[in-house]
């Protein structure tokens, strides 16, 4: 590996960005693409930056069908930031780190932002739009929020849509999601971008408890992800009872 492309490699991790080093197996030839730079001395083509975003989405290196060119992905981790420490947070925090997530809980409120409440697993405090912004979300992350209020919820989804995140989504009615794309709106949003949050949350399992919503959430993450959502969104979008848990 040359030393250009190596600095360049090194430059990408440290900014989380992702990144596939493509090699003439006949010939040698390198080149790395990042996005849609490319640095080296191998000609990349639309045939090339096709093999390269496959491998990118599925974290998986391999050669190309003609056997000519081989893939390899650097990709950074899968991160989950989820906006509010409520009962479903703590059971989607553990199922997305067992799912090989990187996940931050963000919730200003400390009495439910707390280790107790979410052990080994990292806590903001921060409010949600500063917590975000300093996770820099990137086509790696995914963010979820679920505090039902505006205050909390709104500046999150704000700036998740100024960003490259993979998958957003937000707790709650068909109504409350019919307010808060008003509110979003205003705020400088097109329909377009809006279109990108899943709300209500999660896939349509018939999910009640937070467990299950929380698996809800999870799957349809996971459907996003990998480029096939099977399901419609959930219909409740709703805490149980249609309370906040404490």
């Given at each position: 590996m040359k030393r250009e492309i190596l600095d360049a490699l090194q430059a990408a991790r440290a900014e989380h960005r992702a990144a596939a080093l493509v090699?003439?197996?006949?010939?040698?030839?390198?080149?790395l693409v990042i996005g849609?730079?490319?640095?080296g001395d191998l000609a990349v083509d639309d045939a090339v930056r096709a093999a390269v975003r496959e491998a990118i989405r599925h974290n998986r290196s391999r050669a190309t069908p003609d056997g000519r060119l081989f893939v390899q992905a650097f990709v950074p981790p899968l991160r989950l930031a989820i906006v509010g420490a409520v009962h479903i947070a703590q059971s989607l925090a553990p199922i997305a780190a067992l799912a090989g997530y990187d996940v931050t809980v963000i919730d200003p409120r400390r009495a439910f932002a707390s280790d107790?409440?979410?052990?080994?697993?990292a806590v903001s405090t921060e409010w949600p739009d500063d917590g975000l912004a300093a996770l820099?979300?990137?086509?790696?992350?995914?963010v979820v929020t679920l505090t039902h209020d505006p205050k909390l919820d709104d500046p999150a989804l704000d700036l998740a849509?100024?960003?490259q995140a993979f998958y957003i989504a937000a707790l709650g009615s068909r109504k409350t999601h019919a307010g808060r794309l008003e509110r979003l709106t205003a705020r400088g949003h097109g329909p377009e971008t809006l279109a990108r949050i899943h709300g209500p949350a999660?896939?349509?399992l018939g999910a009640v408890s937070p467990a299950e919503i929380a698996i809800s959430v999870?799957?349809?993450m996971t459907a996003v992800l990998h480029g096939a959502e099977p399901l419609g969104p959930q219909l409740h979008g709703q805490e149980p009872h249609g309370k906040r848990p404490a």
């Open positions: 090699t003439d197996l006949a010939g040698g030839a390198q080149a849609d730079a490319v640095t107790e409440r979410f052990p080994g697993v820099k979300p990137d086509a790696r992350t995914a849509l100024r960003s999660g896939l349509a999870m799957a349809q």
